[in-house]
Structures are given as C-alpha cells and as structure tokens.
C-alpha cells in the first residue's frame, strides 16, 4: 500500500487490474461464485510481517497475514456510529422502517454484538502495540434525508459523513461509522451487483474516518440474503434488518482489523471475514418457544447465535489462532460451510 486513498475493490483479478487505482474492500455477493474468489484485494507490494516481533502482539501463521505497519482499532469498545441514509420510517420496502432501525441498534449494543463470545473472536488480531478488545457497541445515530440523492456513488460518501459531522455525529478516527441506505438509494461502483457492502476509510476534515457502506438487502435478496425471511422478521420476506446484520456483522470485524486496508490479509487478498463470507456454521431452525418472531417461525428462518434477547443469522470470522478457521465462538469448533 503506498497511497493513502487507496481503496480495494471487485472480484474478477482483470477488473482488479484496470482498477487498482481505486480500492476498497467489499463482501462479495453469496451467489455466482463472486464469493469464491477475492473481493477484498489489497495492493501489490504490500509487506508480509515474517514473524511475530519480539514482546509484539501479533501472531502469524493462522492462514491470514499481518502487514508491517497496519494498525487495527483497539477501542473498548470500538464505537459504531449509524447514518440512517434515505427514508427509513415509511420507504418502499416494508424493512425501511423503525423496525429495521430499532433491531440494528440493539444489536450493535455492548450487551448484544458487543460483549458476545462471536466478537471476541476478534481479540484474535492486533497490531505491534496491542490487540483487539473484541468489544464495539452503537454509540450514536443520524437520520439523512436524502442529502445527496437516490444515487450514491465511491466519491459521494465522504460527504454524506460531512453531512452527518455538521448535523452533530462526532467526529471519531477511533470509531466505525456505517452509512445503511433505504431500499430506493443505488451505489454506483456495484451493490447488488457486485456486492452487498464493503468498508474504507477516507480522510475527512484531518481525521482518518473508517466508514461502511451497506444497503437494504431486501433491494437483492437472491444475492445479499441467505433466506428471505429471517429469524426477526416482521413479516414473511421481509428480510432486511436480518440480512443487513450479517453484512453489519462482516464490515464491522473487518472495519476493526483492517481499518486502513494494510493490516489483515491473506495471500488472495481476502480479510478475515471475506475468509467466512456466507459460511454460516451450523444453524437451527425457528420454532415455537424460540425468540424469533411468528413469520420466522412460519418459514421455518434459521439462525446460528443467541445474545442480546434475539437469535441471529450471522456468518462465521476467521479465528487467528489455532491454526487458523471460521468458527461462531471464540475457541469453538471450526466449520468449512
Ligand atoms: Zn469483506
């Protein structure tokens, strides 16, 4: 990595090349095999650390690789902050809705995502100075009512987190900030397309701001969504909120790991939950008694993870240590699918 704006894009190496002048890292899409091969490329000529530096706390040798000079975010917690982009009281889509708004921030919460044995999986990386905490939790929340359109593009992000920096959200180098649009707003370089969401970082105001991109799933449901009605959904195919946490749940680890695309990677490119992306590990199925909502129940919805009084349906991390796998706890058993 040697320019600072460096984002990592796509999934085809030939498109890679054409574009290498602009990157960022995204989660590739679950159908198609565009999640069989690296959506998260990173730079030629990166630097692979050869070994754990003295007294360091990086560990190496798990099947992903720490990169001289990447820093990780260590906060604890790590904050999230939300940009509520588009109309997401009364949108298009039935998941545009308070419904959506209410379950992603609880599930962002120190007592939800936030203190759960899933992220503390990443207490498993961490950069010369120090590791991971393996805690995040939602910290606050903005509303945007469309300020730079239905029509996103790469370059117009930045100033949609202007926006949402003069309306009041802090301004945190030391936080993740996630811009989730309404099922009506398009990003340009390829959601539903190419994929369902990616993070980079832009400098914004002498601040280096870490920032995702994802949008309402329910745009893409064959390509974004394992199953189009989720353990809480409101209603039958209203899938949303579900899909946008497993997407929340990738950028997020990825976000804290390889904030500026230059720590954690492996050989293909690929971060730590781009090495899980879609593998969900066993699941079970919705059924009375259980916490999902009745039209989860009614469609049988599977979920994999239980905290913060909700089921989840959210992919597996890649664990650096033991070797090196995906697995749905800290410790626990590894799953290839
Ligand atoms: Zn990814």
């Keep these: 990595m040697t320019s600072p704006s460096k984002k990592v ?28 091969v690296p959506d998260g490329q990173h730079g030629p000529g990166a630097g692979v650390m050869p070994a754990a530096p003295s007294g360091g706390a990086v560990v190496q040798g798990n099947g ?13 917690p790590v904050p999230i902050y939300i ?48 590791n991971v905490s393996g805690h995040l939790n939602f910290t606050a929340h903005v509303f945007d009512n469309y300020s730079s359109g239905t029509k996103l593009a790469d370059r ?14 802090p301004s945190d ?19 539903c397309r190419t994929y369902c969401g990616f993070h980079t970082h832009a400098t914004i105001g002498s601040k280096d ?35 946008m946490i497993n997407t929340i749940t990738h950028e997020t680890e990825e976000a804290i ?10 050989a293909s490119g690929n971060e730590d939950a781009d090495k899980c992306n879609f593998k969900f590990g066993p699941t079970t199925t919705c059924a009375a008694g259980s916490l999902c909502t009745s039209a989860g129940i009614g469609s049988a919805a599977k979920f994999n993870q239980s905290f913060g009084g909700h089921v989840w349906m ?6 650096n240590s033991r070797g090196g796998g995906c697995d749905q706890t800290l410790g626990g058993p590894f799953f290839t699918n």
Aim: aromatic share 10%; net charge negative.
């Design 9 to 36: 894009r796509l999934a085809f190496v030939f498109l890679f090349v054409l574009l290498a002048v602009n990157f960022l890292a995204a989660q590739g899409m679950r159908e198609g095999g565009l999640d069989r």
């Design 64 to 76: 992903i690789n720490y990169h001289t000079g990447g820093t990780v975010l260590q906060g604890n």
């Design 83 to 130: 940009i509520w982009y588009g109309n997401w009281t009364n949108g298009p889509k039935p998941s545009d809705s308070a419904v959506t708004t209410s379950l992603v921030e609880t599930f962002l919460g120190s007592n939800a995502l936030g203190g759960s044995s899933y992220e503390a999986i990443n207490t498993t990386y961490g950069d010369t100075t120090g």
């Design 156 to 169: 117009t992000l930045p100033t949609v987190l202007s926006h949402a920096f003069s309306a009041g959200l």
């Design 173 to 191: 180098a030391n936080g993740v900030y996630l811009i989730l649009t309404s099922s009506d707003v398009s990003e340009s370089s390829g959601f």
């Design 209 to 243: 701001i870490k920032y995702a991109f994802i949008g309402n799933v329910d745009k893409c449901p064959s390509g974004c969504e394992i199953q189009s009605t989720g353990p809480n959904s409101p209603a039958a195919a209203v899938g949303g909120a579900d899909g």
């Design 257 to 266: 790991t390889d904030p500026d695309l230059n720590a954690w990677f492996d």
């Design 314 to 319: 959210i992919q597996m991390e890649w664990e």
